[in-house]
Structure formats: structure tokens, C-alpha cells
């Protein structure tokens, strides 16, 4: 009866094997892969001098989508795969694009900090004159200078390298005033013995969360959100 489970086990395993790997080939074939990209900050530790305190809490912050400065025909593109006869595949995000993808990231950052951060995402040139009117005591935005992750696929090993750059832009629209600019950067590579879209949109996921924390590393940056929301 044991030999029988572990037959049928062995022929199910070797199904879902070979299932996924048709998966991959006709996504190649097809000419694209397509993944998601997302921070949720859940596991972000929160700086004690960035957090929210009673003054803070209430003020609303407002965030822009992300303006995306890269030099692509389609800005949807956020890396590509290396196949293994040398041909290179695109890889798109499925679901949001990258600029609204970081300032989802950024808000649910902040909110994890306590703050007051507008569900809605709104649109912002990043001039200083066009800054959205409404009762956000700060908005924040940027742009996305560099993001990808490439995949190179080996026969049993594949490797991965993710690279970020932003930058974050900090404004008081009542005052129309700039109140901060910092550019940060994340870069990681990993080997692994599996390949699947999810774990390039993994690698760019964790990327994006360390260059969101990196750039409230900086205390210049919690003290002008502090002062801008208190005055």
C-alpha cells in the first residue's frame, strides 16, 4: 500500500513538474513573463524618532504616484530574462505600474508609523506650482531613476539581480513649498535552483521595501515631515 501512495506521489509531483514548466515555455513563447510587485511594510521596523506621536497622528499626508524617468517604450517593462539559448525576454508588471507600486509602498510605510497617510494615490508633475490642492499638510513623491530585476537561466541554477533607484521629494502644498529631496538606491543578487515569475517579482518586492525604508532612514527627513504637519 506504502509503494502504491509514494508511486502515485511520485507521478503527481512529476505532473506539476512538468504543468509549470509548459507554463514557463508558453510565457516565453509568448514573448513576456509578467509578475506582481508590492510592499506592504509588514515586516518594516519602524524608527523610533520617524514614528508618529499626538501632535503628528491626525495631519494627513498625501502621496503622489511616482513619476518614472526610465528610457523605456513601455514603462510597464521591469526586467528580463536571460533564457538559456541566449535570447532575452521581457518581464511586465501584472497588476499596478511601477510608479504607483512605490507610492503604495510608501503609504502603507507611513501608516505603519502611525500616520494619517490619504487611501487615495493622486497625480503630481512634481512642480512646484502644480502641487494638489487639498488638506494633506505634506505630499510625497519622487521618481523612479532605475528598476529591474534580470533573470539568468541556467539548466540548474538561476540567477537573479535586482537593482532601485528613486527619489524622494517631500512638499508642503498650502506653503507650495519643496521641503526635501534624497535619492536612494537597493541592489541584491541571489542564486536559486528554481525559477518562477513570482520569484522575480519577489526579488524586486523586497528591493523596493529597502529602498522605501532607506530613504526614512535619514532623520533630516522624519523632522521635516514633523515640522511641516506641527506648523
Given amino acids: ?3 502504491i501512495y509514494l ?3 511520485k507521478k503527481v509531483t512529476v505532473f506539476v513538474l512538468i504543468t509549470f514548466g509548459m507554463f514557463l515555455s508558453v510565457a516565453a513563447a509568448a514573448g513576456f513573463y509578467s509578475t506582481n510587485m508590492q510592499y506592504g511594510a509588514e515586516k518594516a521596523v519602524i524608527p523610533e524618532y520617524l514614528k508618529a506621536g499626538e501632535k503628528t497622528r491626525g ?3 498625501s502621496i503622489a504616484e511616482f513619476t518614472d524617468k526610465r528610457q523605456l517604450d513601455d514603462t510597464k517593462i521591469i526586467g528580463q530574462v536571460r533564457e538559456r539559448d541566449d535570447t532575452r525576454v521581457s518581464v511586465f508588471t501584472r497588476g499596478l505600474i511601477p510608479g504607483r ?3 503604495n509602498g510608501i503609504k502603507h510605510y507611513l501608516k505603519k508609523a502611525g500616520y494619517n497617510v490619504a487611501d487615495r494615490i493622486v497625480q503630481w508633475d512634481l512642480k512646484r506650482e502644480t502641487m494638489p490642492k487639498g488638506n494633506a499638510k505634506v505630499i510625497i513623491s519622487g ?3 532605475s528598476m529591474e530585476v534580470t533573470c539568468w537561466r541556467g539548466v540548474f541554477s538561476h540567477s537573479y539581480k535586482t537593482k532601485i533607484k528613486l ?3 517631500l512638499a508642503a502644498p498650502a506653503k ?3 521641503l526635501y529631496k534624497r535619492k536612494v538606491e537597493s541592489t541584491s543578487s541571489k542564486n536559486g535552483a528554481s525559477f518562477s515569475e513570482g520569484e522575480m517579482g519577489g526579488q524586486l518586492s523586497a528591493a523596493l521595501g529597502d529602498a522605501i ?3 526614512f532612514e535619514d532623520k533630516e527627513v522624519a523632522q521635516e515631515i514633523k515640522e511641516a504637519i506641527t506648523k
Wanted: charged residues 15%; neutral net charge.
Fill in 1 to 3: 500500500m506504502k509503494n
Fill in 176 to 178: 507650495g513649498k519643496m
Fill in 101 to 103: 507600486a512605490v507610492a
Fill in 59 to 61: 495631519a494627513i499626508i
Fill in 7 to 9: 508511486q502515485v506521489l
Fill in 167 to 169: 527619489t524622494i521629494i
Fill in 213 to 215: 525604508e532607506n530613504a
Fill in 143 to 145: 521618481t523612479i531613476d
